[in-house]
């Protein structure tokens, strides 16, 4: 699928600082379904033109990342991976951000400029809907034109395809240009590739302010870009009616704390544990992509962050995620990964203030475990040690869990009973003192959805 933003005037080029993304260097993002890429076809004096391309797996997909079905082949022969959707809203907001929110460092001034753009979207779905292309977009002021094209050219009496290949000029911000394509792409293409819950009337009344509120096709969007949940767009409507054109500080910032997912939320407060403790070194047992890695690489404080996973896949991964080939010197010289078993003696585990196992030990099978404690506690002995893994008793709470372990690879999942009943044996014989908490949403009842302990070598 193909974004691109044409800019006609004087200085053209300088739509690279509005974007945040340098005219002269292809750019290559990776995002959890595929990779996006930022290059600018044509670019002069008096014309720049920047693309916004996704290549999307569509395999991928069906092998449980976002937009997978588990509808058969459905899942394999689809068009998900070649239409405007809710995929390119997502990679607007991760790859053009600053733009989004109209932030522009380097020339402020150009952000609150109206420039002569054009935005053109190929394979925008349209099921049914096209004459509503003109109803959305015209009472914006962009000059709307769009073309189709036969489902056969071989077989004409099938008529025209469901697809359409918008094109919308306007004198305006870029951050207009863009808000509006991240909301409105959805609403035409109806299938959100993540699920729509209370946060996104938040995220649509932020987005819509000063246009949405008065747009003759108000409802038609709300609805829409809820995915037609009527009791969501019902809340929007009335939120939008009683002037409010986003969440309010207290409510944004509890809605934003929902919002982040359990991982995000784990991954700080383990920052947080290590942080607390004075850790200035931590190696990442199981450190999969890197995600931990690039928060600790964030924190000055953490002078030498190490990686290691059994999977070579995992680490490459990683690499690419860190962007290690093009981190800067100071930043890299900070950093290790390599690959290596936790069940296995490894010198290279050794020498550092602490060490993280994050939702790792459940991946472990129980005859192992042994081993693992061996490996960490006596050959690797860091002073910090720290160890999340799911909470089995909350589990049901989780409406669509198909078996009783969250995920086919787990060997099994500890109840806060059996965790703390492991965690206390091992701080006993190997010389710890090990503190629990409760990680992500708390069920009274059935605890958190994710444990952690903190281990504290003895002295």
Not at 190 to 213: C, F, N, Q, S, T
Not at 282 to 296: K, M, P, Q, S
Request: with cysteine; glycine share 8%; net charge negative.
């Amino acid at each position: 699928m193909l974004l691109t933003i044409t800019y006609r005037g004087d200085n053209a080029a300088d739509l690279g600082y509005l974007l945040h993304k340098n005219p002269d260097r292809p750019q290559e993002f990776e995002l959890s379904f595929g990779r996006a890429y930022v290059f600018y076809p044509e670019v002069s004096d008096r014309l720049c033109t920047a693309a916004l391309l996704l290549d999307i797996d569509p395999i991928d997909l069906a092998r449980g990342k976002e937009g997978a079905k588990g509808g058969g082949l459905f899942d394999y022969v689809n068009d998900r991976p070649y239409v405007s959707s809710s995929f390119m809203s997502t990679a607007i907001s991760r790859v053009f951000g600053s733009a989004l929110a109209g932030r522009c460092d380097k020339n402020p001034g150009l952000a609150s400029s109206e420039l002569d753009l054009r935005a053109e979207v190929s394979a925008l779905p349209c099921r049914g809907d096209v004459e509503m292309i003109d109803r959305v977009f015209a009472p914006l002021g962009y000059e709307v034109h769009y073309a189709r094209e036969a489902l056969d050219e071989k077989f004409p009496e099938w008529g025209e395809g469901c697809y359409v290949n918008l094109l919308l000029s306007r004198r305006c911000l870029l951050k207009d240009v863009l808000t509006h394509l991240y909301v409105l792409m959805p609403v035409f293409d109806r299938r959100k590739h993540y699920w729509v819950g209370p946060d996104e009337i938040d995220k649509l009344l932020e987005k819509g302010a000063g246009w949405l509120e008065n747009h003759p096709e108000r409802d038609f969007i709300v609805r829409r870009y809820l995915a037609g949940r009527k009791r969501l767009a019902r809340i929007a409507l009335e939120r939008i009616d009683n002037g409010e054109s986003g969440a309010t500080e207290d409510a944004d910032l509890e809605s934003a704390e929902k919002a982040k997912n359990l991982n995000t939320r784990r991954l700080e407060a383990v920052v947080a544990a290590l942080s607390a403790r004075g850790a200035s070194s931590v190696i990442d047992l199981g450190c999969g992509e890197g995600n931990l890695l690039r928060l600790l690489l964030r924190e000055k404080s953490f002078v030498r962050v190490a990686g290691a996973d059994a999977s070579i896949f995992a680490l490459e991964k990683a690499k690419r995620r860190l962007k290690v080939d093009t981190m800067p010197e100071p930043r890299a010289s900070r950093l290790t990964l390599f690959q290596g078993s936790l069940t296995y003696r490894d010198e290279r585990f050794s020498g550092y203030d602490a060490a993280v196992c994050v939702e790792v030990i459940e991946h472990i099978d129980k005859n192992r475990l042994a081993a693992f404690e061996d490996v960490l506690f006596t050959h690797a002995r860091p002073r910090t040690v720290v160890i999340t893994t799911p909470n089995a008793e909350y589990n049901e709470n989780f409406e669509k869990l198909s078996g009783p372990l969250r995920h086919g690879d787990h060997r099994f999942e500890w109840s806060r009973g059996e965790f703390h009943s492991w965690g206390s044996e091992a701080a006993r014989r190997y010389g710890y003192e090990v503190l629990y908490s409760d990680v992500g949403d708390l069920d009274e009842k059935r605890g958190s959805q994710t444990q952690m302990g903190v281990f504290t070598r003895c002295e």
